[in-house]
């Protein structure tokens, strides 16, 4: 391992210890200054500000903090890029300056601790609730601010999630034909196990008709607050979406949750919207449907 003169203890210092060392002060959310002065700083190298051109040459023009700074500076436009690029329909929303001052405020609260930029993002809607005023973030036209703009980031947080995360490509899903083999006495104990990359999401607002036309370049208005359900998955990677009822909704939450297909459409019968009469050929339509569209990976039977 290469090691270089350390003038700050006497020692030499591996090369290991000075790139976690500049590491850290790059990413440090102060700037260079208080990243050198920082306690993850100091544990790999011990060094005051008025030696660090010992450590971090200056150049012709600029200083050895000036230059880390570059770094330093160049790092955060770097992460808040890809946020951009992560939620484009939340920064159209709310434009580009109130979004840079969020995406700032989330890399301070939530800092980058993947190897990979896919997981950047993955608490930014955890973010913008926990951050939310107590006014819930104003209004206009009618519409919560705060609900609308933290609904859009779940949204476009799902599909980010659903698009780099494991799937089922390549592998046989539970077919139509299969379903109908289950025994009529064993179809109420039945489970349907969703393919991992299934989710679920209740929302506030029609996010995503607001998010499809965004990606359309068009700019939509504000939509209007509305009880939406949709479910997301994945197949030969590419994301699909699809619209869902509240009843819809209750019976997949219910089976992704692990319950039987028994007690699931229990749920549903015993909501206050339900209506029995029609209920047998909904429900017919809709295993078809979901199974078709590949929701599940298999049926499984509890012991005979």
Known sequence: MQKVQSPFSGRMQSLDQI???MQTVIMNMGGARAGVASDAA??????????????????????AFDRLDIYNRSYFARLIDCLREEF???????????????????????????????????????????????????????????????????LEQTYAEVF?????????????????????????????????????????????RYFSAVRAEKNPPYPRPRATYLAVTRRQYVIRRFQLTREQFTL??????????GTAIERVAHSPRAKLDALADKLRRWFTSWTAEGFFERVELGPT
């Not at 939450?253 to 692990?258: D, H, N, P, Q």
Request: aromatic share 8%; hydrophobic share 40%.
């Open 252 to 261: 997949l939450a219910a089976l992704v949750g692990g319950e039987t297909i």
């Open 88 to 154: 484009p329909a939340v920064r159209h929303a709310v434009g580009d300056e109130a979004f840079d001052a969020f995406a700032l405020g989330y890399l301070r609260q939530y800092p980058s601790r993947s190897y990979t930029l896919n997981d950047l993002g993955k608490h930014f809607g955890d973010y913008l609730l926990e951050s939310r005023p107590d006014d819930g973030g104003g209004e206009a036209g009618g519409v919560d601010l705060g609900d609308f703009i933290t609904d859009l980031a779940t």
């Open 164 to 208: 780099d995360g494991p799937g089922v490509e390549g592998q046989r899903l539970l077919s139509e034909e299969q379903l109908a083999k289950v025994p009529a006495e064993r179809w109420l104990e039945a489970r349907l196990m969703p393919v991992v990359c299934l989710r679920l999401l209740s929302l506030r607002y029609p996010v995503h």
């Open 19 to 21: 790139q976690r060392w």
């Open 42 to 63: 100091q544990e790999v190298i011990g060094v005051a500000a008025y030696h660090i051109e010992q450590v971090v040459t200056r150049s012709r023009a600029l200083d």
